[in-house]
């Protein structure tokens, strides 16, 4: 395979390319350039076969449909720029098509598992609970979330895409965060680094805390959360879209549970019996 540039190089300028071209998240660039690089170590980019991408999967067979899929997704996307960037002139991944992975329910956190553990938790802790499960936020923006992030009763969350949403904090998670400013808040973040000067906690570090709380992990409790929304905000789609900061209602309606008690008011609603 020609090439231009060293890998290293190459993943440099395409780290650059999905920041300000595509405007991915920091997170979505993270995992894009951690699955480049594991395959670059086995596999240099830049001299990469087809047979190349195949040993390296069946080195892993236990990897779950989504985990290859996230592999692959990354390879076709780097290469793609490659080629149009005149880097590179083919791609071991051609013909290797990207998995569909099948669509699983996701959990949704339970109000009686959220109060129980609610009962027993710091300030800190419970900031972090009721910015999942009355907020919506993500792991990620939970874990950064500023001082200078908040107005009042409002927070203001820059989440994927680099779209900014506001958010409505209840008194109850008000009190929390006036808490965490007076007593713990480093750095102007509320969930400060114990371990390193300057920053927050990691979103890997707010999960594990989190799912030790309640048995869930953090993308339960929004779920939770968007739920709710839809359920006691009159069925309004659009507007659980706005709060949970996606771009498409497609993707809101995933969020939406409907359980069994959703599943008897559309049964009387369907009768024809009066």
């Given amino acids: 395979m020609k090439t231009h540039a060293p890998s290293q190089t190459l993943l440099d300028l395409y780290a650059e390319h999905c920041a300000k071209r595509l405007r991915h998240s920091p997170n979505t660039i993270h995992s894009r350039l951690y699955w480049l690089d594991r395959f670059d170590r086995r596999a240099p980019l830049t001299t990469a076969s087809p047979d190349d ?5 069946e080195a892993y067979p236990d990897w779950s449909e989504s985990t290859t899929a996230v592999l692959l997704s990354a390879l076709h996307g780097f290469y793609a720029w490659a080629i149009a960037k005149a880097h590179l002139v083919e791609s071991p991944v051609a013909e290797i098509a990207v998995p569909r992975v099948r ?6 956190a339970t109000d009686d598992a959220l109060v129980t553990a609610l009962e027993h938790v710091s300030t800190i802790e419970r900031a972090m609970l009721l910015l999942g499960a009355e907020c919506g936020l993500r792991v990620s923006e939970i874990a950064t979330v500023r001082r200078a992030d908040r107005d009042g009763e409002w927070l203001f969350i820059r989440g994927k895409g680099d779209r900014t949403r506001v958010v409505h904090l209840t008194p109850e998670l008000c009190k929390a965060m006036d808490a965490i400013e007076r007593d713990t808040m480093r750095w102007g973040f509320y969930f400060p680094s114990p371990r390193h000067v300057g920053r927050h906690l990691t979103a890997n570090a707010v999960y594990c805390r989190v799912r030790k709380l309640t048995g869930y992990n953090t993308h339960a409790l929004r779920h939770r959360a968007g739920t709710m929304v839809y359920r006691r905000a009159g069925n309004d789609l ?7 900061g996606h771009s498409s209602p497609t993707t809101t309606a995933i969020y939406v549970h409907v359980e069994r008690d959703d599943m008897r008011r559309a049964s009387a609603a369907a009768r024809l019996a009066g």
Avoid: G, M, N, P
Avoid at 103 to 108: E, F, G, V
């Fill in 53 to 57: 991408v195949w040993d390296f999967l």
């Fill in 103 to 108: 669509r699983r329910r996701s959990r949704i």
């Fill in 238 to 244: 659009r507007l659980a879209q706005e709060f949970l």
